[in-house]
T-cell receptor
Framework: ETGVTQTPRHLVMGMTNKKSLKCEQH?????MYWYKQSAKKPLELMFV???????ENNSVPSRFSPECPNSSHLFLHLHTLQPEDSALYLC?????????????FGAGTRLSVL | SQKIEQNSEALNIQEGKTATLTCNYT??????LQWYRQDPGRGPVFLLL?????KEKRKERLKVTFDTTLKQSLFHITASQPADSATYLC???????????????FGSGTRLQVQP
């Protein structure tokens, strides 16, 4: 148990569906992140939130919409996705400590877009 | 452009041997480097961090070296066990950092398979 919980663990959706991924951290961290992990590729940073404010958006298509209502919760709203969006979506939190910035990951949501 | 390279081919070794994984980087001046372990269908788990002014770091059977001249980090697992089988990722963070809240940049990882 890493202290970061993601739901659902698996999600299958059609290209016209709307769904949301949820992440919750119990570590008291101020920073939260969404990553995408596709087979054989490095983790791709999508969004960064610090103290509920979005500080990074790495050119992510608008069909992915993040929401961070407080420092413990992070959502990723999905709509009109494409098959190439199928991947493992990982949430992470970090203390933001300048000397370390160790990231704590959830188990991920395995997303399949049909 | 900045690049992090890890051997994409799986590393197969016999139980009891030392596993050595490599992380090379270009166009980076990392302040520190981290290693993570990732099991199938799970998120990465932090293992070790080494700073640019440290040559070596150890934790139990794990050892990490960091050579900023060669732009390379080596990750060693001594007396390897089948339970060490996983994918190992290196991650870099550079200075200047806006209070360290920026995310890390990860390599694609190397899969280690330890045969009993």
């Amino acid at each position: 148990e890493t202290g970061v919980t993601q739901t659902p663990r698996h999600l299958v959706m059609g290209m016209t569906n709307k769904k949301s991924l949820k992440c919750e951290q119990h570590l008291g961290h101020n920073a939260m992140y969404w990553y995408k992990q596709s087979a054989k590729k490095p983790l791709e940073l999508m969004f960064v939130y610090n103290f509920k404010e979005q500080t990074e958006n790495n050119s992510v298509p608008s069909r992915f919409s993040p929401e961070c209502p407080n420092s413990s919760h992070l959502f990723l709203h999905l709509h009109t996705l494409q098959p190439e969006d199928s991947a493992l979506y990982l949430c992470a939190s970090g203390s933001g400590e300048p000397a370390k910035n160790i990231q704590y990951f959830g188990a991920g949501t395995r997303l399949s877009v049909l | 452009s900045q690049k992090i390279e890890q051997n994409s081919e799986a590393l197969n070794i016999q139980e009891g041997k030392t596993a050595t994984l490599t992380c090379n980087y270009t166009n980076y001046s990392p302040a520190y480097l981290q290693w993570y372990r990732q099991d199938p269908g799970r998120g990465p788990v932090f293992l070790l961090l080494i700073r640019e002014n440290e040559k070596e770091k150890r934790k139990e059977r794990l050892k990490v070296t960091f050579d900023t001249t060669l732009k390379q980090s080596l990750f060693h697992i001594t007396a390897s066990q089948p339970a060490d089988s996983a994918t190992y990722l290196c991650a870099l963070a550079s200075l200047p950092m806006d209070t360290g809240r920026r995310a890390l940049t990860f390599g694609s990882g190397t899969r280690l398979q330890v045969q009993p």
